[in-house]
């Protein structure tokens, strides 16, 4: 029973820093998406 509670644990922590992983890695993504749609914007209205 406490080997199926450590591999529990384990495949968390992994979980938790994936998620925190893909977090971090989208960050400059959305950054970068939200610049080039204000500067599309900006030169549609001109």
Same mark, same amino acid.
């Given at each position: /029973?406490?080997?199926?509670? %450590?591999? @529990?644990? @384990? %495949? @968390?922590?992994? +979980? %938790?820093?994936? %998620? *925190?992983?893909?977090?971090? @890695?989208?960050?400059?993504?959305?950054? &970068? /998406?939200?610049? +080039? *749609? &204000? =500067?599309?914007?900006?030169?549609? =209205?001109?």
């Amino acid at each position: /029973m406490s080997r199926l509670v %450590s591999v @529990a644990r @384990a %495949s @968390a922590a992994c +979980i %938790s820093s994936w %998620s *925190e992983l893909v977090r971090n @890695a989208s960050m400059p993504v959305c950054r &970068l /998406m939200w610049r +080039i *749609e &204000l =500067t599309l914007y900006d030169q549609f =209205t001109g």
